[in-house]
């Protein structure tokens, strides 16, 4: 792109600060609050001819949101040229990363905001996070994880190599001498084995040595590429070529034998470095094998565009849109498109679902942020920026008009086992769904008990017609990397669908199930899981108060879906067990109390209705009159009692927020009664 193209985005007001690129695309941001959030919550599809319109003006966006956020004051260089987090009370030590697109702007503009900008980040970052082996901190810290000099680095080396021109001779030279020192020390000295850790710093590795090997013209680095390129094919699942490694150790095989994998670093930072190296060095071989890969992980995008991390070993990072941290998946599937058109549909997809979850110039790490109040961290626009600058250097404009082609999962139909995950993704209708018995569990030194959805939990819910109503949380929301994630406002109420029992003893849920046993089956009507399970503290310990097995069936039907909880044997003990069915909808839909049984929620494309065959609560809210329920054994709710049958409620429900995926949810108690009631039936229609 040259500054012709940016001019014409001049001129239609793109690059004004406070004129948003949605402009360019007849969109408002999907992100609002007030009482007309629900309606502005939700877009109408776009058509666009390509992934460039897209790139360009989430560049833009994102950069002048940077920029208004990055500090200074030239005589205090421990904060000159930072990018200060509205979120985080500390400064993000790979803010730096942000030179990248900054150059790219400066370059294609001529605008002198972006080459200062640039100038002065990378400034801040040879002040306060550059070490003497040449790498550079992840955080201020100078005892803090180093590993990520690899994506700094590879900024450095794209800023260089496309844009350096922007910069006078010596200050050309300078960077370029930087450049060296972080390749040629740490990483170097670092980097000898692409499995080190885990599996996304080796994967990006291949690919950044061979750029620094390009950029420096220094034969090491690109020997050192070949080396770590060799070992790429290992780490490939079968049969569906998923890449595996992200796990402690990388290699660590669960108690039902599966390897560990991630989803959201796989497609938004592994995927992309192979990718890039494959196409660099024209191997056809291991080209065939991404796209092979790339099918692969391409059946769990939804329709859309996020990426269904639900289940993933790192899903203490997932964002709905990808993992908080990482650059994102347009570089790899907007390059691939050529072997599977599908490919750029992804891309596409996904980049305006950033569009929708973007406000004020930052990424937000999930559509209700802006509902529910949560400020944005700096970490998702900056890291998300470079690709956005990738693919515009990587790609051509075209004339060329052509009509997209389906994701996978907006035209399958059935069930679909991905043994080597022992994960289900269904579909049957407008439905989408996602049922998770994986049990490889991330471990870290300092974080015990992290812990994603598994014990067979309906992980993802999907209607066509309304969007996403169920997305798991993790069971407990840790920050597993505390510097990289935020606190969690407020109640940590997860928002996976599931069993439970809380009393004196703990609380006792499905979703610590490591064993739990899931069969399905499909017809031309439905599709079935039916699910053993018991109910398990964090330390795997059951509770002997209660008969802790349970059956659950999920049926999904081309009109509704149909939940169904019961113990497993005969004894019908009440209170045994709650289920608990958190709706995802945002702050500003309204919320109707039909009777005591059933509830009502109205949505801009239409209304869930969610009814079961016993009354059930609202956490946390008012409820009919007849719903008793005894929270303190089971989920907490309240029983106010306050409202009868049939009344009206106005939407003034409290909704519970987790930072995993960045989704509000209104969430349904339902206790077992026991007695003559065998299982609870609770049924989700749309109409």
């Not at 739990?516 to 899981?529: G, I, K, M, P």
């Not at 003990?573 to 929620?601: C, D, H, M, Y």
Request: hydrophobic share 35%; aromatic share 8%.
């Amino acid at each position: 792109m040259d500054r012709r193209e940016f001019a014409g985005m001049t001129s239609l007001g793109i690059l004004g600060g406070l004129v948003s690129a949605n402009k360019l695309l007849g969109t408002r941001p999907l992100l609002a609050s007030g009482p007309d959030a629900a309606s502005q919550n939700r877009l109408p599809e776009q058509d666009h001819s390509d992934m460039r319109s897209l790139a360009k003006s989430l560049l833009v966006d994102w950069c002048d949101g940077m920029i208004r956020r990055q500090t200074v004051a030239p005589d205090d260089p421990s904060a000159h040229g930072a990018l200060q987090c509205d979120s985080c009370s500390h400064i993000h030590g790979r803010c730096s990363d942000a030179l990248y697109p900054f150059l790219y702007l400066a370059n294609a503009t001529g605008q002198q905001k972006y080459l200062d900008a640039a100038r002065n980040v990378y400034a801040w970052a040879e002040n306060n996070v550059s070490r003497e082996d040449g790498s550079w901190t992840n955080d201020i810290n100078p005892r803090s994880w180093r590993g990520t000099t690899i994506f700094g680095a590879i900024a450095l080396a794209e800023a260089l190599h496309y844009h350096g021109e922007v910069l006078d001779a010596d200050e050309k030279r300078a960077w370029e001498q930087r450049l060296d020192e972080a390749a040629g020390g740490y990483l170097f000295s670092d980097f000898r084995k692409i499995d080190f850790t885990n599996l996304n710093y080796g994967m990006t590795a291949v690919y950044g040595f061979h750029l620094f090997g390009r950029v420096l013209n220094h034969a090491k680095y690109t020997e050192r590429s070949q080396q770590l390129a060799v070992r790429v094919k290992e780490f490939f699942t079968e049969p569906n070529k998923l890449l595996w490694g992200e796990g402690k150790p990388n290699d660590n095989r669960s108690g039902r034998g599966l390897l560990p994998v991630d989803l959201g670093y796989n497609v938004e930072e592994s995927l992309n470095g192979v990718v890039l190296y494959a196409l660099e060095v024209g191997d056809e071989s291991l080209l065939d094998l991404l796209t092979q890969s790339m099918n692969g992980h391409l059946e769990f995008m939804l329709p859309d565009g996020a990426w269904d991390n639900s289940w993933g070993t790192r899903s203490a990072k997932w964002s709905y849109w990808g993992s908080r941290t990482a650059d994102g998946c347009q570089p790899a599937f907007a390059l691939m498109a050529d072997r599977n058109p599908a490919f750029e549909t992804a891309a596409i997809k996904n980049a305006e679902l950033l569009k929708r979850c973007t406000a004020d110039g930052l990424l937000h790490g999930g559509p209700h942020y802006v509902s529910h109040g949560v400020k944005p961290c700096i970490h998702h626009t900056f890291a998300h920026a470079k690709a956005m600058a990738l693919v515009l250097d990587k790609t051509q404009p075209t004339a060329t008009k052509h009509e997209l082609k389906p994701l996978p999962r907006v035209t399958s139909d059935g069930v679909k086992h991905f043994a080597e995950l022992d994960v289900w993704l269904a579909a049957k209708g407008p439905w989408r769904a996602t049922v998770s018995a994986y049990d490889s569990i991330y471990k870290t030194k300092s974080a015990d008990h992290i812990q994603q959805p598994t014990g067979g939990s309906l992980a993802v819910l999907h209607h066509a017609q309304v969007g996403t109503l169920l997305a798991s949380s993790m069971a407990r929301y840790i920050q597993v990397e505390p510097l990289n994630q935020q606190p969690q406002p407020g109640e940590d109420f997860p928002l996976t669908t599931r069993l439970e029992r809380r009393n004196e003893g703990g609380w006792f849920t499905n979703l610590y199930d490591l064993k739990a046993n899931v069969t399905s089956n499909a017809t031309d009507d439905q599709v079935r899981f039916d699910v053993t399970t018991t109910l398990q503290d964090e330390d795997r310990q059951i509770d002997d108060e209660s008969n802790s097995q349970c059956q659950l069936s999920y049926r999904i039907e081309r009109e509704r879906v149909l939940l169904t909880a019961s113990p497993a044997q005969s004894d019908r003990q009440a209170n045994a067990f709650a289920l608990i069915v958190p709706i995802v909808s945002p702050t500003g839909e309204t919320v109707r109390r039909v009777s005591k049984n059933q509830i009502e929620i109205e949505k801009p494309e239409g209304t869930v209705v969610c009814k079961c065959n016993v009354p059930f609560a609202i956490h946390g809210g008012a409820q009919s009159s007849g719903a008793q329920s005894s929270g303190a054994q089971s989920s907490g709710a309240q029983s106010s009692g306050a409202q009868s049958s049939g009344a009206q409620s106005s939407g003034a429900q409290s909704r519970v927020f987790n930072m995993v995926p960045g989704m509000e949810a209104v969430p349904l108690v339902v206790e077992y009664p026991g007695g003559n009631v065998s299982e609870i039936q609770f049924e989700i229609s749309v109409s």
